[in-house]
């Protein structure tokens, strides 16, 4: 997948099979392999340029989108193992530089629990870990 945010004045996206569009400052477009162009949609460009701080921004974000993005900061994957944890969604501000962190907080603010079955498999289900310390 490609994704095209404008920081400043404007670009033209342009692929073989499916045509052009104009993405203009404070815009975001997307397509796939298939080359199909999305909608420009605005954003917000301090979200959408949150990683060059060493942030990532959810806002009312499922859980699956959100370990898709953890994804990229961590060795290894976090794979979501419950059906029932697509109706979870959660906003924070995390450090990309400490995604297990992340994983921490949405533990500890969400029902849901984390299984390690190593340090770069993580699996999520939901419930809470009922495990004393």
Do not use: C, K
Request: glycine share 8%; hydrophobic share 40%; proline share 4%.
């Amino acid at each position: 997948r490609v994704s095209v945010t404008v920081l400043e004045h404007a670009v033209r996206v342009t692929t073989s099979q499916h045509g052009t569009a104009e993405v203009s400052e404070g815009g975001h477009l997307s397509y796939g392999m298939d080359g199909r162009l999305g909608v420009v949609e605005q954003v917000d460009l301090g979200r959408a340029l949150a990683w060059r701080r060493h942030r990532v921004v959810f806002e009312n974000q499922p859980i699956a989108a959100a370990a898709a993005e953890l994804n990229r900061y961590r060795p290894g994957w976090i794979l979501l193992r419950d059906p029932a944890l697509s109706t979870l969604t959660i906003t924070g501000v995390f450090d990309t530089r400490d995604p297990d962190r992340a994983l921490q907080a949405i533990q500890e603010s969400l029902p849901v629990r984390l299984v390690r079955v190593t340090d770069r498999l993580v699996l999520l289900y939901r419930g809470r870990d009922t495990r004393q310390n």
